[in-house]
């Protein structure tokens, strides 16, 4: 893209260290699109716009001057509004907390800040992040950028964060993902997004759902782009138990190996008859492009469906979800959105028997899925099981996240990639579940299928140029 508002990460990093891109000249444009654009799409909770362009204006004086402060010295990225940064406000998607002043800032914004980024503002979110479709009733539902006219479910929880990048107000974005929350609206806004294994990423300063799953993760437009900022956030952190003995492990000196000799697997028959017939066949099409670069496509007989294992992990959500936010959605004189309290309920009258037998259960099914799938270097499934829907049309008793959940549930990481487009113009989406820790196959896996398709360059017309 001529335009830098879709510029890549690696091609604005690139651009700066050469000289040839301007800090403040990009930043300028990526908010030229945020005025321009954001009034209808919702994406921005609060654009820092004085800030970041000073910020900017430092990274272009030093650059010049031969101080790059770090590898993403002037690239600007976009903050999910449950990241802490000191000072500012934090609302975690909850009118309630319209004025709550985040008291610390998050390591991941800390690690971030460290590499050169420049946040540039905070994105919307479904209430306490706890939801698939996207849906806001209070604070307001970002707008799906691939549909002009009608306004379609963004993915959820991490919605504005997919918004910005996909219609360009950002190059990238940071999400969190408990059930599905970077993986969903990656897949619906056409990008690529990383569910990091639990302990990867510090969780410091992130507003917890449910600390059991909660894992941050990037929202970019290609694979190299996500193992960058997720090289930037990831390593251990004593602030974070989860990351005690989870060491730095860099994914990109392995990444451009192929995927010739890898052993994938694809979804049964079971999970083939809840899909839409044009996910399915960008799917299958994606099967066959992975097989032609020399991967071993097989079957594999797995314990259960992934619709069941689901309601566990939902189970565990609400029951941590209740914990953390239990006396917000108990107080009936605040204005909590009436799609979300149940979903917290869920954990109200949880006794702590039942909790922990479902944790006791979470384990026996990690144990069976891991040996299903011994010798299997990634499961292959669509990231959703239809294109995003018109937001009339969303059942709220029901959840987007079918094949989604079970990652967090089995303790996996998983990297959504675009791999289609409906008739309509609508994405689609690849999700490539591998074992724990393993993000560097995952984005091999990724980077190989992107280098024979040309999905990460599509953007969305109404909001190009």
Same mark, same amino acid.
């Given at each position: 893209?001529? /335009?830098?508002?879709?510029?890549?990460? =690696? /091609?604005? @990093? /690139?651009?700066?260290a050469s000289g040839t891109l301007s800090p403040i000249a990009v930043m300028d444009r990526y908010l030229e699109q945020v005025v321009a654009h954001d009034e209808k799409l919702h994406a921005f909770v609060t654009v820092y716009a004085d800030d970041a362009r000073m910020a900017a204006e430092a990274a272009e004086k030093a650059q010049k001057a031969g101080h790059r402060i770090g590898p993403l010295h002037g690239v600007p990225i976009a903050m999910k509004d449950i990241v802490d940064m000191e000072g500012r406000v934090t609302t975690g998607g909850s009118l309630p907390w319209s004025d709550r002043i985040s008291p610390i800032t998050a390591t991941l914004v800390e690690?971030?800040?460290?590499?050169?980024?420049?946040?540039?503002?905070?994105?919307? =979110?479904?209430?306490?992040?706890?939801?698939?479709?996207g849906t806001n009733q209070h604070m307001g539902t970002p707008w799906n950028p691939w549909d002009a006219d009608v306004h379609r479910t963004p993915?959820?929880?991490?919605?504005?964060?997919?918004v910005s990048v996909a219609a360009g107000m950002a190059p990238c974005a940071i999400g969190t993902d408990t059930g599905g929350s970077v993986r969903l609206p990656a897949a619906w806004c056409g990008l690529v997004g990383l569910k990091t294994t639990i302990g990867r990423i510090s969780t410091h300063g992130v507003l917890p759902l449910a600390s059991t799953l909660d894992t941050p993760g990037p929202m970019c437009r290609t694979v190299e782009d996500a193992a960058l900022i997720y090289n930037a956030m990831q390593g251990p952190d004593p602030k974070d138990y989860h990351t005690k003995g989870v060491d730095f492990e860099d994914p990109l000196?392995?990444? @451009?190996?192929?995927?010739?000799?890898?052993?994938?697997? @694809?979804?049964?028959d079971r999970e083939r008859e809840i899909v839409d017939a044009e996910v399915l066949a960008a799917y299958d099409a994606s099967l066959e492009t992975l097989a032609g670069q020399g991967a071993e496509i097989v079957d594999v007989s797995l314990p259960g469906r992934f619709t069941g294992l689901g309601a566990i992990t939902g189970k565990?959500?609400?029951a941590e979800g209740y914990l953390f936010v239990g006396d917000r959605v108990d107080d009936l004189s605040l204005q909590i959105d009436e799609d979300v309290r149940p979903r917290i309920w869920i954990g109200k009258e949880m006794s702590a028997r039942e909790y922990l037998e479902i944790l006791q259960q979470r384990e026996a099914i990690k144990g069976a899925y891991d040996e299903a799938l011994a010798g299997i270097d990634a499961y292959l499934t669509p990231t959703t099981a239809t294109p995003a829907i018109p937001l009339t049309e969303v059942d709220q008793d029901e959840t987007?996240?079918?094949?989604? @959940?079970?990652v967090n549930l089995l303790d996996r990481c998983a990297l959504s990639i675009p791999n289609g487009m409906t008739a309509g113009g609508l994405p689609t989406s690849l999700q490539?579940?591998?074992g724990a820790y393993d993000e560097a196959t995952a984005l091999r896996i990724g980077w190989a299928f992107e280098q024979v398709s040309d999905w990460v360059n599509r953007v969305p017309a109404a909001y190009a140029g």
């Open positions: 893209m001529t /335009d830098t508002a879709f510029s890549t990460v =690696t /091609d604005l @990093r /690139d651009g700066f690690r971030l800040v460290a590499a050169g980024m420049i946040v540039i503002g905070k994105t919307h =979110t479904v209430e306490f992040a706890m939801g698939g479709w993915g959820g929880s991490s919605a504005g964060s997919g000196p392995q990444m @451009r190996r192929g995927v010739a000799g890898l052993r994938l697997a @694809r979804m049964g565990i959500i609400g987007p996240a079918t094949f989604t @959940r079970v490539i579940m591998c």
